[in-house]
């Protein structure tokens, strides 16, 4: 019989769960970091072998394959692939000198000759809505395509002719059906020259007109 007023004696309590403990939970919280950093290493190794890589705006420097022409059609601006850079096109999109987009399209892999700049073409979606670029700016039109590296060109709006495809690191005057066969593609630089040593600017009259001599334009950075 116990006595009274004796304090009985609490009966024993079981171990605190391990998550309440500070080193297993340390334990298993620089686990899950590690496993989040090899997850990221293995996403970022495919995102890279996956989107292609055209770098930033430097100094003229853009590390695209073979060039694009723009031609001045009225009010539209039309962008040709020469029949060297032809192949399936997967993606397009005009940027800023920083890679900022004005507008963005992508769509399955179709072959294009030309297509509208601002308007997607058939089958593709806009990323990107377009939007006018400012009066004066440096554009940078790129074409993805499924094999090959991207196709590109680098201008300003007032660096456009009429009826004329401009194409080059140093802007070049094609006619459509001379840039169509022109030899511009391989180490990234506009051949200026046809075959038989013409001006590449003279090779196929538009329209039965005579066919304008090469102009040249240099883009400062």
């Known amino acids: 019989m116990c006595e009274r007023g004796r304090v009985q004696p609490s009966p024993p309590t079981s171990a605190e769960p391990w998550w309440h403990r500070r080193s297993p ?3 298993v919280f620089v686990g899950v970091l590690v ?7 293995v996403l970022g190794a495919r995102v890279v072998d996956v989107l292609p890589e055209v770098g930033k705006d430097q100094l003229g420097d853009d590390r695209w394959s073979d060039p694009l022409g723009v031609e001045l059609n009225g009010q539209f601006q039309i962008a040709h692939l020469p029949d060297c850079a032809a192949g399936s096109v997967t993606r397009i999109a005009l940027w800023d000198s920083r890679s900022e987009p004005y507008w963005e399209v ?9 297509f ?3 308007a997607a073409p058939e ?3 806009e990323v990107v809505k377009f939007r006018a670029p400012p009066e004066g700016a440096l554009l940078r039109l790129v074409v993805f395509r499924r094999v090959g590296g991207p196709a590109g060109i680098r201008y300003r709006n007032d660096d456009l002719r ?22 511009v593609c391989g180490d990234g630089e506009t051949d200026n020259t046809t075959p038989d040593g013409a001006p590449a600017g003279d090779v196929g009259g538009v ?3 005579p066919a304008d001599a ?4 240099s883009l400062p950075g």
């Not at 496993?35 to 290493?41: D, E, F, G, N, P």
């Not at 992508?106 to 030309?114: H, N, Q, S």
């Not at 004329?164 to 022109?182: C, D, I, N, P, Q």
């Open 106 to 114: 992508a769509g399955p892999a179709v072959p294009l000759e030309a």
């Open 207 to 209: 329209g039965g007109a």
């Open 123 to 125: 089958g593709f979606t």
């Open 116 to 118: 509208v700049v601002g």
């Open 25 to 27: 939970s340390l334990g």
């Open 214 to 217: 090469t102009t040249t334009t």
């Open 35 to 41: 496993v989040l950093a090899v997850a990221s290493l």
């Open 162 to 183: 009429s009826q004329r495809v401009m194409s080059g690191s140093t802007l070049t005057a094609y006619t459509v059906e001379g840039f169509k066969t022109a030899a």
